[in-house]
């Protein structure tokens, strides 16, 4: 069945550094791919999306392009902030489904 | 616009009892969504509603009942608590119900643990 991989974290991080979260996929056909933020203490929020091989997606400094060739989604951002610390998950949703399917989430900390 | 809220945000319950989260959203979905979030595993699909008085079975239904008589709220019942129900509980809606293009609103959740 589809499924999604995600780095283990938590990944640490100075302010200003470079962020990667690694996120792989297996999916029959062409899935729509997502990434969600968890703050603390809320609910998942859509960050990003990617509906077709070669998008990019992008919002508040944050990219993923959709790599069907190495189905991949990695999540990148050039500077991040002690404000993006939170639980970031990779999710898919299969070509004629309702249904997302998450990564187990990876935890960002991003120190002063 | 409060979006998607949940009730309650903490509850604690003894193997056995039963109880009900409630789901309520004010953005006129159609689609609504319950969910579980266990540490390691990611977000699973526990019951779903295509819309008001309908139901259906997401990947881990056991142990759980859910009704949508009204458009705008979603129950999730437990009759029987277990501890291995002890999980943090989502609820989420979208205006149609295709994930593939359409946007999942979540709401806060509710952390459950049965002792």
């Known amino acids: 069945g589809d499924s999604v991989t995600q780095m283990e974290g938590p990944v640490t991080l100075s302010e200003e550094a470079f962020l990667t979260i690694n996120c792989t996929y297996t999916?029959?056909?062409?899935?729509?791919l997502f990434w969600y933020v968890q703050y603390p203490g809320e609910g998942l929020q859509l960050l990003l999306k990617a509906t077709k091989a070669d998008d990019k997606g992008s919002n508040k400094g944050f990219e993923a392009t959709y790599r069907k060739e190495t189905t991949s989604f990695h999540l990148e951002k050039g500077s991040v902030q002690v404000s993006d610390s939170a639980v970031y998950f990779c999710?898919?949703?299969?070509?004629?489904?309702?249904?997302?399917?998450f990564g187990s989430g990876t935890r960002l900390l991003v120190r002063p | 616009n409060a979006g998607v809220t949940q009730t309650p945000k903490f509850r604690v319950l003894k193997t056995g009892q039963s109880m009900t989260l409630l789901c309520a959203q004010d953005m006129n979905h159609e689609y609504m969504y319950w969910y579980r979030q266990d540490p390691g595993m990611g977000l699973r699909l526990i019951h779903y509603?295509?819309?008001?008085?309908?139901?259906a079975k997401g990947e881990v239904p056991d142990g759980y009942n859910v009704s949508r008589l009204k458009k705008q709220n979603f129950l999730l019942g437990l009759e029987s608590a277990a501890p291995s129900q002890t999980s943090v509980y989502f609820c989420a809606s979208s205006l149609q119900g295709g994930g593939r293009t359409d946007t999942q609103y979540f709401g806060p959740g509710t952390r459950l643990t049965v002792l």
């Open positions: 999710a898919l949703s299969g070509d004629s489904s309702y249904k997302l399917i």
């Open positions: 509603s295509v819309g008001e008085g309908t139901t």
């Open positions: 999916a029959t056909g062409y899935p729509s």
